[in-house]
């Protein structure tokens, strides 16, 4: 699903960066914590020309949701006018996109 979304999204000239988040384990086997909790697992930007040149994604395995951080992350960034959605298929990414006018530069996005 990651392949096929961002090398799709790339197509369309997005620059995707992996979000770094989760758990890492030192040499002595702790835990330790990177990223934000919940935060989405991919961040798009793009040529300010366009009113949206900034997304972060949440994508999932087909099948699968997003936790309860995982919304609560997305449902704060869109409260302050970030684009954060989640997808489990590039089918679902492209429908969402050619809903919310993405590929037209100076369109509102509609939250």
Known sequence: VEYNICGWLRSLGWINERNPVGQLFTKNGMPHHVGRRGACDWRFKRDSAYRIHYMEIEMKAPGKKPDPHQLEYMAAMRYVGVVAVWFNSLA?????Y???GLDLPGKPYAF
């Open 92 to 96: 679902d990414c492209q429908e969402w």
């Open 98 to 100: 050619r809903r919310a």
